[in-house]
């Protein structure tokens, strides 16, 4: 993001962002898909144990079929 602020165009078609399906890698992959024109989004999703991980790893899942992105595990 920081290349775009500069004012270079990126111009690379494929994302990897680590999505927690909170609202900041959201955000992020929102911005990386709507506004940087990042044709392919690849979403990286752990567990890492968390009590929250069947509904992180639902919104994960909802935000990348609304994105037409994969999710790797």
Do not use: H, W
């Not at 609202?23 to 024109?37: F, G, M, R």
């Amino acid at each position: 993001m920081f290349i775009r602020f500069m004012g270079i165009k990126p111009n690379m078609e494929n994302a990897i962002l680590l999505c927690s399906g909170g609202l900041d890698s959201t955000v992020c992959a929102y911005y990386l898909k709507k506004t940087l024109k990042y044709n392919n989004l690849i979403f990286l999703f752990f567990d890492y144990g968390q009590q929250t991980k069947n509904q992180e790893e639902l919104c994960t899942k909802t935000i990348a079929k609304t994105l037409k992105a994969t999710v790797k595990k």
